[in-house]
């Protein structure tokens, strides 16, 4: 409800205490945010939002060679593995500022090509008890997972999320035989026959942008080392700069994102950092160029849609 009312821009919104005791006190000031009073009283725990979509990439290396891809992940040449003492650390510091995720995916790459992906898991629940849990793959790898993965995708009540290409739809049966025989939860989108074209290098308006990309792209809240990002392009563009011939500094990578290990921030300040364009979203392109799915060896073009 707080979240509804920041968003519309209500400002008058009081505190009423029960049986009128004690005179009314403005939950939001000038501004449209919490103010200090609210801030520092025991109300104010409850009042912590919800995030509905957070996603951590748990490798950036993939089993498909997706020309286009959106992770980029057809340009890495190793496997990479997320620090699960990292992972650890963000979501101790993410749970004391929000109250709940709404989803929360593991993705990658292919994040089946985690092999501590049954301890990941087990974290996000930990830390967050009733979020839903949802793994991100292209479901190749289904029929081989290991038993401890299956046993925690059980016991902590995640699911899978597979999306739908070719390769994918070649083993379909096989996939689904095995989910169903394990009895565990599963997505399966429609064939993705498509991928699109999603930068510019036109140094475009970054509010039209934003404003067109906000409920795809935008709702893609990306954790990575420490920090949350708006989109989860912004840390993979900077780790590929030198392969699309852009410069991204360091300071303003951090600036395009909200810093978790700082305790004066808190859950609120992240989700009004949601809801505005950031200085990297004018590498986005502001509109749409589809192209059929297909592999095959990377090209810079590939992404760029000027």
Known sequence: AASYLLERGYKQVYLMWPKGFMPRVPVLNEEGEFGSFIKYHDLYEDLRPTIPHVEVSVTNYCNLNCKRCGNFSNLETKMDYLNLNTLERDLKQLVKKVKDIGVFSLLGGEPLLYPQLDRAIALVRQYFSKTAIQIVTNGLLIPELSSDTVEAVKKYQAYFYISH?????????????????????????????????????????????????????????????????????????????????????????????????????????????????????????????????ETGRPQREDWIAD
């Open 165 to 293: 290409y070719a390769p994918t739809r070649a083993r379909l049966y096989q996939i689904v035989d095995f989910l169903e025989k394990e009895q565990i939860r599963y997505r399966i989108t429609p064939p993705k026959t498509e991928f699109r074209k999603m930068l510019s290098f036109k140094d475009d308006d970054v509010t039209k942008a934003f404003e067109y990309n906000a409920s795809d792209q935008c709702t893609c809240h990306v954790i990575d080392n420490g920090r949350i990002y708006l989109c989860g392009n912004f840390p993979r563009l900077y780790a590929m700069q030198d392969y699309f011939g852009i410069h991204i500094e360091e300071s303003e990578l951090r600036e395009n994102a909200v810093d978790l290990l700082d305790d004066n921030i808190d859950g609120w300040d992240i989700m009004k950092y949601f809801r505005h364009p950031a200085s990297l979203c004018r590498f986005c392109s502001p509109e749409d160029l589809w192209l059929p799915w």
